[in-house]
């Protein structure tokens, strides 16, 4: 996935060593990279990507089931989340390629945008396939795959009766039970500076999945102005609008995960509106000049320890 991952725990006793634990982790995280990374080039998720043909393509049904997720949440918000952007996040340098970076043309951008578009891509559960009705289509599932491994690695935990853990994927985070201090496990929303550093809210993991997207981290600079990896599939160019970061809880780390983009992508007034629409809670961080606002919706103060 192009990152790094983290598990902790404070169960005092587990019937399992931290080797054996280690090797289902990664055994299992492996697994998803084979189904899912478009960092590894024959990865069943690539293997559709570089193929010509549109028509079906059989996946196996977990790739198929974490697509049809994300296609819905696709739907919920008009395209303002679209794992088809790939083109557009590789023309914006924000892709696996390892080749130097030029600023796109609007011509680049108008030919990747031709094959973009969540509706060109199908998928059917039962036997599972993948339907590209563009033979450029291609899917890249970095804003929802690190959310969804975050939870396979906490139902390994949970299955292995471990059950004070924090478990954390490219800032993507779930928790459950206590900290060794004997607390919630928590954790830090950052204040969405370009320099780091400073704490905004301090969240309580209470078995909640937690995602967080934001403007501030992963970032072009070209003469002088800042470009987010967050793409507006629909302009074709990285969003740019007021809104610093969003967090988002849901049970799911990967249905937060999505959302978090998601709301990225549509900017603070429509991410309000949409949150209570599908009752999601979390807090969007709106920036202006240098100060900062707090916009919390859904269920969130009972999160919050300050
Ligand atoms: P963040 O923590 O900021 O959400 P993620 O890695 O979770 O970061 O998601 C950002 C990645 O999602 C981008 O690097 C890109 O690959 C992909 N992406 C960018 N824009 C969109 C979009 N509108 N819909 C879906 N995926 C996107
Ligand atoms: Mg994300």
């Known amino acids: ?59 196996d049904s977990e790739l198929a089931q974490l697509v ?23 023309l914006w340098g924000f892709g696996p390629s390892e080749t130097a970076f030029t600023f796109p043309t609007d011509t680049e951008i108008n030919i990747a945008k031709r094959s973009i578009g969540y509706q060109h891509l199908e998928v059917r559960i039962d036997p599972p396939a993948l339907n590209k009705k563009v033979a450029d289509l291609y899917v890249d599932l970095s804003a929802i795959a690190k959310g969804y491994a975050v939870d396979e690695v906490a139902q390994i935990l949970n299955e292995n009766n471990v059950l004070n853990y924090m478990v954390e994927i490219g800032g993507e985070i779930k928790g459950r039970g206590v900290a060794p201090h004997g607390n ?3 954790i830090g929303i950052e204040t969405p500076h370009f320099e780091r550093g400073k704490i905004e809210k301090i ?24 470009y987010s990896h967050t ?8 969003v740019s609008h ?3 970061s969003v967090t988002v809880l849901h049970q799911s780390t ?3 995960d999505a959302w978090a983009t998601a709301f990225m992508v549509l900017g603070p007034k429509r991410s309000y509106q949409l949150s209570i629409d599908n009752n999601l809670s979390g807090v969007l961080i709106t920036r202006e000049d240098s100060a900062y606002t707090s916009t919390i919706f859904g269920k969130m103060q009972s999160y919050l320890t300050e």
Do not use: C
């Not at 005092?12 to 084979?34: P, Q, W």
């Not at 990374?37 to 990865?43: G, K, V, W």
């Not at 793409?231 to 990285?238: A, L």
């Open 1 to 59: 996935m192009g990152t790094s991952y983290s598990v902790q725990w404070s169960d005092a006793s587990i019937s399992i060593s931290t080797s054996e634990l280690k090797d289902l982790i990664e055994l299992r995280l492996g697994r998803i990279n084979s189904l899912m990374s478009t960092y590894i080039p024959n990865s069943q998720l690539s293997d559709f990507n570089q193929s010509r043909e549109t028509g079906w393509h059989a996946v």
């Open 68 to 90: 049809e997720l994300a296609l819905s949440i696709s739907i919920k918000t008009d395209g303002a989340f679209d794992i088809t952007v790939g083109p557009l996040v590789n």
């Open 184 to 186: 919630p496990w928590r």
């Open 203 to 226: 969240v309580s993991l209470l078995d909640v999945g937690v995602a967080t997207s934001g403007d501030y981290r992963n970032f072009i600079e070209h003469e002088g102005k800042h």
């Open 231 to 238: 793409i507006d599939p629909r302009s074709g160019y990285p």
């Open 242 to 244: 007021n809104l610093g």
């Open 254 to 256: 990967a249905i937060a």
